[in-house]
């Protein structure tokens, strides 16, 4: 039997390790001493001296970018400026993402806005793929032609689609891999060479950016910057908040992408609050990797469940063979060891024409939420808890009927987030529900 190299003292510690531990034992806090990082709650910070609070304000966003001053603790003016839990949570979620950089917001629109708005400005043009969340479609269909910003959309499946849709002021390609509700995937890594290439004639600050959504697939499963995105947003809400408890959302980039951010947040005002971002770094974000292990394998066997019903049509997860892109899954889909890791989150359709498909759903969905005890009809996801909802009359309303229909949206859905409860339970439930349309 081959021996296994026992691990030395000087290999770095593995991400998952990383995320119990994060970095609060670093000589930048005043907490090295704390097993549990502490909650801070203090909307303003004692400033000692005159030269001290001017000190504050002049390195406001700075600090990342000096590694001398990285060391030190960084003057505390003010909570929507900087704060230390939360300032915790962020140098966590740079290294769960592999980023340099990580600033965090309110809710996951909140960072998305951000994001957005520090790579564009009025009478810039950005691509984005066609299937979104319903909010970030709204966002940039009823808010940004606003400020003059517009928005082309296009299955970006196809890379090369890029060339046609990209305009003289595109500055950003923005897409959800997989994207809610229907699971579809980009390659990242395909966006990121035919960006390169249109980038090859712009200048150097003209260049196209790539700002990919993570949250269907989290950290756990799929790390974007490291595929070539430029930034990466999530909700925090969602599998990495875990427990349903609290809103938040994060950008995550280079550190070129760091003094815009907390400049955004300081002055849009749309900050996380300490309190929220204490159990995200406690609870959600050290269990991550363990919940979502879990919760990856029970959604493979539900949609393998699925998959042979006779009520259902189609079943679109990534981690079935059966799924049209499960090639590319494989390549971009890892987890922190490098195994196949398809996300917690699938989404099947019923079949019918498109008015009795609507209502079989709904029909199988009021089953669920009637008699179901694992399955609960609730909107968001990437809770400890299996939630189902119908995104054509739900989380994707915002989306006139007939898009939905050209995009992929089917009147039949039904999105589930798969829980952490025993798959046997799920099933039953499942199967008790298809029994009744
Ligand atoms: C893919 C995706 N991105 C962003 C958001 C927005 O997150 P939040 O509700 O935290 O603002 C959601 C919410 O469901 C989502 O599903």
Redesign the pocket.
């Known amino acids: 039997m081959a021996k296994r190299r026992a691990p030395k003292r000087s290999d770095a510690p593995s991400l998952h390790s990383r995320l119990i531990h994060g970095v609060s034992r670093d000589e930048h806090w005043d907490y090295r001493h704390h097993v549990v990082p502490p909650l801070s709650s203090s909307t303003a910070y004692r400033l000692e001296a005159a030269a001290r609070g001017a000190r504050g304000f002049a390195e406001f966003a700075q600090e990342e970018q000096d590694p001398q001053r990285r060391r030190k603790a960084p003057v505390y003016i003010y909570d929507r400026l900087a704060e230390p839990t939360r300032d915790m949570l962020e140098a966590a979620l740079a290294v769960s993402e592999g980023g340099e950089t990580a600033v965090t917001f309110a809710?996951?629109?909140?960072a998305?806005a951000a994001a957005l708005g520090v790579t564009l400005q009025s009478g810039e043009h950005l691509v984005a793929d066609q299937v979104l969340?319903g909010?970030?479609y709204s966002l940039l269909t009823s808010w940004f032609p606003r400020y003059r910003i517009g928005t082309s959309f296009g299955d970006l499946t196809d890379p090369g689609r890029l060339r046609k849709l990209v305009r003289p002021t595109t500055r950003v390609v923005y897409f959800?891999s997989p994207a809610?509700p229907n699971m579809k995937l980009i390659d990242i890594r395909a966006v990121r060479a035919e960006v390169d290439r249109l980038n090859r004639q712009r200048r150097p600050d003209w260049k196209i950016r790539i700002v990919v959504?993570n949250?269907?697939a989290t950290p756990f499963c799929q790390r974007p910057l490291l595929l070539g995105a430029d930034l990466v947003?999530h909700?925090?809400?969602?599998n990495i908040c875990g427990f349903g408890t609290d809103?938040?959302?994060a950008a995550i980039g280079s550190r070129a992408f760091h003094a815009p951010l907390m400049n955004y947040r300081k002055d849009f005002g749309g900050v996380l609050s300490p309190k929220a971002a204490w159990p995200i770094l406690v609870y959600g974000l050290s269990t991550l990797s363990l919940r979502v292990r879990h919760q990856v394998a029970t959604a493979g066997e539900v949609a393998r469940f699925l998959e042979q019903s006779a009520k259902v049509k189609r079943v679109s997860y990534p981690g079935l063979p059966s799924f049209p892109q499960y090639e590319l899954a494989k390549r971009q889909m890892l987890d922190f060891d490098g195994h196949f890791s398809p996300g917690t989150m699938l989404y099947f359709v019923v079949g019918g024409a498109p008015a009795a498909a609507q209502r079989r759903a709904m029909k199988l969905i009021d089953h669920l939420a009637r008699k179901a005890y694992t399955v609960t009809l609730a909107?968001?996801?990437g809770q400890i808890r299996t939630l189902v909802e119908h995104p054509s009359s739900m989380?994707h309303s915002s989306i006139p009927l007939a898009k939905q229909l050209k995009e992929g949206i089917d009147p039949g859905g039904v999105r589930i987030s798969i829980g952490l409860e025993h798959p046997r339970d799920l099933i039953a439930d499942l199967a008790a529900a298809l029994r009744k349309i």
């Open positions: 809710t996951g629109m909140a998305i969340y909010s970030t959800e809610n959504d949250t269907f947003v909700s925090l809400t969602k809103m938040g959302g909107v968001s996801l989380t």
